[in-house]
């Protein structure tokens, strides 16, 4: 079993040797995105900064210190 493994590995050494690439699978292709993708992808990032901004905003307002809850003054009794 083990000669196998072996001989495996040499056979695969010499196969690397000859085209000088051990592993051709893993290299990145080529970056397809043209002027439009990158234009798309510029606008969808600033739309989310300025929508994640006016979330915390709005929740800084909601969840703040100084909110001050009213109760109707209609159930009470004066006395």
């Known amino acids: 079993m083990s000669e196998q493994v072996v001989e495996d590995v040499e ?7 000859t085209n000088g690439e051990l ?3 893993m290299e990145p292709g080529p970056f397809k995105v043209g ?3 990158m234009s798309l992808a510029a606008i969808g990032g600033f739309a989310l900064g300025v929508g994640a901004t006016l979330a915390v905003l709005a929740l800084s307002d909601w969840l703040s210190p100084e909110r001050v809850v009213e109760v109707p003054v209609r159930g009470r009794r004066r006395g």
């Open 23 to 25: 592993v051709h699978w």
């Open 11 to 17: 056979a695969a050494e010499a196969a690397s040797a």
């Open 35 to 37: 002027p439009a993708g």
